[in-house]
């Protein structure tokens, strides 16, 4: 089979077409020449087709178990079953590396059909930047991290993929992750296009909002099913552990948050130009940083297995040279870009000015907490390490009043620095919620933690003050924007969030006791009973199934199958833990080992209302999807054009 | 002062409170709550302040684990090839801890001079070593191969046979 073959050379064609889609997009309308331009949609097309077809001949040679091809070996298996076959394909730095390079060719793809009725020059320097990064991307892949390299002579069989990536979340959470990464991506380039133009407006925002609100949604649901997948398959009980490879996932959506929200005043009111732009050249700064940190091995992670020193040297001269250029380029050009109008102190923009203060400092808390290891390594100081004693206080400060300035931020309004009539509506619902969060805490739970009441209270203000507007317009029977649906649902799903967050925080119960089949242990008012413990079999691993009976108040609630694994190939064990929820209460066992005289050791943890984050993550993804479809954001062409002529552009030559 | 310039001013030196506010706590956090890593041989010189929690890194020493049997405390020796420290746990151990491999915990000496781990990571696969340790056994002049480590280049025939399950 010639497959590596063929996807190696298609990945080289997608290389130049890379650098001409490159070259003409952003030289093109820099020097006039609008045969140039025109160029730019066909190399994006071709280089579509070329890296589809280097991902398809990768997918086809793991399907097939081509055990020549050195990246297969290393990931596959001959007893590895059809679908983690295809989810191998990303299991891996240079695999990752190709689906990351994939994506972007479908974003790419799809902004340059959303494009074609945006004014040409401008499309095509979005293109020329979005070509660049590729072309970088290309470049890296192919000069040090090849997955098609051969292996000669072929292995008779595969070292198989890291058993703990063998699960269904894990399979589809990389793409979903790397879809959010990449897709700021777009809006870094329509960043770079407003830079290399000189002018930036509203219209400008309008154009870049979808597309960085529909990256957003894909990074908070790519987060969650990573969190959700560490939560079951990891069995360390938890579903956040400010981990370096989560945090290199989280800063990115902090900044693209901070984004999305600035991008709304610029739309609605034309200011923050140059903040906005630094916050795109940040989040997806952020994203690059991301991949890199997490696949180099630069970081300490289940996540980084294959460490690779000689990466570094070109990953570093790779952020330098975007970043760099991205913000070299800023400094040229955000004098241009200077806002007319002020605003008020108690507007909606000054609400969402401290929005973005706060969620910038949250983001430096957690970049300084993972970068400091790093940084004291580099500079030969003693070893350090930071984790959740540093993390939980330090980012939950900045965090507390930001959501407090959600309520305020969605009551206040655009240009009038007054709250007006919203003042009673918002000390009412504040007062509403203060009750509601006692009576939780007290009456539902039992007994708060100091910031339990706190957290509930942020979070029922939230879901009060988002439902005002939406409620007030069904009633007088006015139409409901798309973006206003969108928001209130990010909103309550921010809310549903914190709720689940406060409960976990407040009420986790988990111990590690010893149990011998036949026993029954007594945690948080359920009984288990540790039925019996039986043999189990799967198709690439062999190991043992405990049978546990959860009851309460003698009644019995369900039964759980907590199993410890053998992979036969990679030799490793593996828990995978019993998992079921009773009452919004998420119940986990996890079988730890045999400690003799016939007993195990068993992990047991009840943690409330831990599902809430995961679903809040996808709630607040669903808000984007729909925010992002609002018509207003359907470009007609007209209205492009006529944008253009308004903005009084004058093109180079 | 123009009204307006006067709350810009308010409002300017408002965020640099905030700003300020934060860092200061963030640092303090830090401070307060950052983990040194130490190998068996800064242990035995006594360069681990007294009662700081921190991070103990190296290889547990082969046949050293030991358990009562039916309890969940577990005693091993963590050694970096010049120096011993014995270990004392009393949690689930995570999956790839075992014997002759790499290990990081977290915890403190008692007045034994025993390491009281309340966290034992072992957050790596068995073919790869947690960086730092890996580092110390380097600078003692001990390369660490791990058992069953082979190039790409020799990929050994991988045993699918039932037979030959993990562990070993």
Same mark, same amino acid.
């Given at each position: 089979?010639?497959?590596?073959?063929?996807?190696?050379?298609?990945?080289?064609?997608?290389?130049?077409?890379?650098?001409?889609?490159?070259?003409?997009?952003?030289?093109?309308?820099?020097?006039?020449?609008?045969?140039?331009?025109?160029?730019?949609?066909?190399?994006?097309?071709?280089?579509?087709?070329?890296?589809?077809?280097?991902?398809?001949?990768?997918?086809?040679?793991?399907?097939?178990?081509?055990?020549?091809?050195?990246?297969?070996?290393?990931?596959?298996?001959?007893?590895?079953?059809?679908?983690?076959?295809?989810?191998?394909?990303?299991?891996?730095?240079?695999?990752?590396?190709?689906?990351?390079?994939?994506?972007?060719?479908?974003?790419?793809?799809?902004?340059?059909?959303?494009?074609?009725?945006?004014?040409?020059?401008?499309?095509?320097?979005?293109?020329?930047?979005?070509?660049?990064?590729?072309?970088?991307?290309?470049?890296?892949?192919?000069?040090?991290?090849?997955?098609?390299?051969?292996?000669?002579?072929?292995?008779?069989?595969?070292?198989?993929?890291?058993?703990?990536?063998?699960?269904?979340?894990?399979?589809?959470?990389?793409?979903?992750?790397?879809?959010?990464?990449?897709?700021?991506?777009?809006?870094?380039?329509?960043?770079?296009?407003?830079?290399?133009?000189?002018?930036?407006?509203?219209?400008?925002?309008?154009?870049?909002?979808?597309?960085?609100?529909?990256?957003?949604?894909?990074?908070?649901?790519?987060?969650?099913?990573?969190?959700?997948?560490?939560?079951?398959?990891?069995?360390?009980?938890?579903?956040?552990?400010?981990?370096?490879?989560?945090?290199?996932?989280?800063?990115?959506?902090?900044?693209?948050?901070?984004?999305?929200?600035?991008?709304?005043?610029?739309?609605?009111?034309?200011?923050?130009?140059?903040?906005?732009?630094?916050?795109?050249?940040?989040?997806?700064?952020?994203?690059?940083? $991301?991949?890199?940190?997490?696949?180099?091995?630069?970081?300490?992670?289940?996540?980084?297995?294959?460490?690779?020193?000689?990466?570094?040297?070109?990953?570093?001269?790779?952020?330098?040279?975007?970043?760099?250029?991205?913000?070299?380029?800023?400094?040229?050009?955000?004098?241009?870009?200077?806002?007319?109008?002020?605003?008020?102190?108690?507007?909606?923009?000054?609400?969402?000015?401290?929005?973005?203060?706060?969620?910038?400092?949250?983001?430096?808390?957690?970049?300084?907490?993972?970068?400091?290891?790093?940084?004291?390594?580099?500079?030969?100081?003693?070893?350090?390490?930071? $984790?959740?004693?540093?993390?939980?206080?330090?980012?939950?400060?900045?965090?507390?009043?930001?959501?407090?300035?959600?309520?305020?931020?969605?009551?206040?309004?655009?240009?009038?620095?007054?709250?007006?009539?919203?003042?009673?509506?918002?000390?009412?619902?504040?007062?509403?919620?203060?009750?509601?969060?006692?009576?939780?805490?007290?009456?539902?739970?039992?007994?708060?933690?100091?910031?339990?009441?706190?957290?509930?209270?942020?979070?029922?203000?939230?879901?009060?003050?988002?439902?005002?507007?939406?409620?007030?317009?069904?009633?007088?029977?006015?139409?409901?924007?798309?973006?206003?649906?969108?928001?209130?649902?990010?909103?309550?799903?921010?809310?549903?969030?914190?709720?689940?967050?406060?409960?976990?925080?407040?009420?986790?119960?988990?111990?590690?006791?010893?149990?011998?089949? $036949?026993?029954?242990?007594?945690?948080?008012?359920?009984?288990?009973?540790?039925?019996?413990?039986?043999?189990?079999? $799967?198709?690439?691993?062999?190991?043992?199934?405990?049978?546990?009976?959860?009851?309460?108040?003698?009644?019995?609630?369900?039964?759980?199958?907590?199993?410890?694994?053998?992979?036969?190939?990679?030799?490793?064990?593996?828990?995978?833990?019993?998992?079921?929820?009773?009452?919004?209460?998420?119940?986990?066992?996890?079988?730890?080992?045999?400690?003799?005289?016939?007993?195990?050791?068993?992990?047991?943890?009840?943690?409330?209302?831990?599902?809430?984050?995961?679903?809040?993550?996808?709630?607040?993804?669903?808000?984007?999807?729909?925010?992002?479809?609002?018509?207003?954001?359907?470009?007609?062409?007209?209205?492009?054009?006529?944008?253009?002529?308004?903005?009084?552009?004058?093109?180079?030559? | 002062?123009?009204?307006?310039?006067?709350?810009?001013?308010?409002?300017?030196?408002?965020?640099?409170?905030?700003?300020?506010?934060?860092?200061?706590?963030?640092?303090?956090?830090?401070?307060?709550?950052?983990?040194?890593?130490?190998?068996?041989?800064?242990?035995?010189?006594?360069?681990?302040?007294?009662?700081?929690?921190? %991070?103990?890194?190296?290889?547990?020493?082969?046949?050293?684990?030991?358990?009562?049997?039916?309890?969940?405390?577990? %005693?091993?020796?963590?050694?970096?090839?010049?120096?011993?420290?014995?270990?004392?746990?009393?949690?689930?151990?995570?999956?790839?801890? %075992?014997?002759?491999?790499?290990?990081?915990?977290?915890?403190?000496?008692?007045?034994?001079?025993?390491?009281?781990?309340?966290?034992?990571?072992?957050?790596?696969?068995?073919?790869?070593?947690?960086?730092?340790?890996?580092?110390?056994?380097?600078?003692?002049?001990?390369?660490?191969?791990?058992?069953?480590?082979?190039?790409?280049?020799?990929?050994?025939?991988?045993?699918?046979?039932?037979?030959?399950?993990?562990?070993?």
């Amino acid at each position: 089979m010639m497959l590596p073959e063929l996807g190696h050379f298609a990945l080289i064609l997608a290389l130049l077409l890379a650098a001409l889609q490159a070259f003409f997009g952003i030289a093109g309308p820099q020097l006039g020449k609008d045969r140039w331009v025109a160029a730019v949609t066909p190399a994006v097309a071709g280089q579509f087709v070329m890296v589809a077809t280097a991902i398809g001949c990768l997918i086809a040679s793991f399907v097939n178990l081509d055990f020549s091809v050195r990246y297969i070996a290393e990931n596959a298996n001959s007893a590895l079953p059809l679908g983690y076959r295809i989810a191998a394909v990303w299991g891996a730095h240079e695999g990752s590396l190709l689906l990351w390079i994939f994506l972007l060719a479908c974003w790419t793809l799809a902004v340059a059909i959303g494009v074609a009725k945006l004014p040409k020059r401008f499309g095509a320097r979005v293109l020329g930047v979005l070509g660049f990064v590729s072309f970088a991307f290309l470049l890296f892949t192919l000069a040090t991290s090849n997955p098609f390299l051969r292996l000669d002579p072929a292995a008779p069989d595969g070292r198989d993929l890291n058993p703990l990536l063998q699960d269904p979340a894990l399979a589809i959470h990389p793409p979903m992750l790397y879809t959010g990464y990449v897709g700021f991506a777009v809006a870094f380039a329509f960043a770079g296009a407003a830079m290399l133009e000189g002018k930036l407006d509203q219209t400008w925002a309008r154009w870049t909002r979808p597309w960085t609100t529909t990256a957003w949604a894909f990074l908070s649901m790519g987060i969650a099913l990573g969190s959700w997948w560490a939560y079951y398959e990891l069995g360390w009980g938890g579903y956040w552990f400010w981990d370096p490879v989560e945090n290199a996932s989280f800063m990115p959506w902090l900044a693209g948050t901070a984004l999305i929200h600035s991008l709304a005043v610029t739309d609605k009111r034309g200011l923050f130009k140059s903040w906005t732009l630094l916050l795109a050249i940040l989040a997806f700064s952020l994203s690059l940083l $991301g991949t890199f940190l997490v696949r180099s091995g630069v970081i300490v992670s289940v996540h980084s297995f294959a460490a690779d020193p000689t990466r570094g040297i070109f990953i570093l001269a790779f952020l330098v040279i975007i970043i760099g250029g991205a913000l070299t380029l800023y400094a040229w050009r955000a004098p241009l870009l200077k806002s007319q109008a002020g605003f008020e102190f108690l507007s909606r923009e000054s609400f969402l000015l401290f929005n973005n203060i706060l969620l910038v400092i949250a983001l430096a808390v957690v970049f300084g907490g993972t970068m400091a290891p790093l940084i004291a390594d580099a500079l030969h100081m003693p070893t350090l390490s930071v $984790g959740t004693p540093y993390f939980n206080p330090s980012f939950t400060t900045p965090i507390l009043p930001l959501l407090a300035l959600v309520s305020l931020g969605i009551m206040s309004s655009f240009k009038r620095g007054r709250l007006g009539e919203h003042r009673r509506t918002l000390l009412v619902t504040l007062g509403i919620s203060v009750v509601l969060a006692l009576a939780v805490s007290f009456g539902v739970f039992g007994g708060p933690r100091i910031l339990t009441p706190v957290g509930f209270t942020l979070a029922f203000w939230i879901v009060l003050t988002s439902l005002v507007d939406p409620i007030d317009r069904w009633r007088r029977k006015l139409s409901i924007s798309r973006s206003i649906i969108g928001m209130t649902v990010a909103h309550l799903g921010l809310a549903l969030f914190v709720i689940g967050i406060t409960a976990v925080e407040s009420y986790t119960n988990e111990h590690d006791i010893a149990l011998a089949p $036949g026993q029954t242990a007594k945690q948080g008012g359920y009984e288990f009973r540790f039925a019996k413990l039986e043999p189990a079999e $799967g198709p690439n691993y062999s190991g043992v199934r405990a049978q546990f009976i959860v009851s309460r108040d003698g009644a019995p609630v369900f039964t759980l199958n907590p199993e410890k694994r053998q992979y036969w190939v990679q030799r490793s064990v593996q828990t995978e833990a019993g998992i079921g929820t009773h009452h919004g209460t998420n119940i986990l066992i996890a079988l730890g080992e045999d400690l003799g005289a016939n007993k195990w050791s068993v992990r047991l943890q009840l943690r409330p209302l831990v599902n809430y984050v995961w679903v809040a993550a996808f709630v607040m993804a669903l808000g984007g999807g729909i925010a992002a479809s609002d018509r207003r954001y359907r470009i007609a062409r007209s209205e492009a054009s006529e944008a253009v002529s308004a903005g009084g552009v004058v093109e180079a030559k | 002062m123009t009204p307006a310039r006067k709350r810009r001013l308010i409002l300017v030196l408002g965020i640099l409170a905030g700003v300020g506010i934060a860092g200061a706590l963030a640092l303090t956090a830090f401070k307060k709550n950052v983990m040194f890593f130490y190998d068996p041989s800064q242990v035995a010189a006594g360069q681990v302040p007294q009662g700081e929690r921190f %991070r103990l890194g190296g290889m547990v020493e082969k046949g050293s684990v030991q358990r009562t049997p039916g309890s969940l405390e577990v %005693r091993f020796v963590v050694t970096d090839f010049q120096h011993d420290l014995p270990v004392k746990y009393d949690k689930v151990l995570p999956d790839l801890f %075992r014997e002759g491999q790499g290990v990081v915990a977290h915890g403190r000496l008692d007045q034994d001079g025993i390491f009281i781990a309340d966290e034992v990571l072992a957050k790596h696969d068995e073919k790869y070593m947690p960086p730092e340790v890996a580092k110390s056994l380097k600078n003692k002049g001990q390369a660490y191969v791990p058992e069953g480590t082979s190039k790409p280049d020799a990929l050994t025939p991988a045993q699918p046979a039932k037979s030959a399950p993990a562990g070993t």
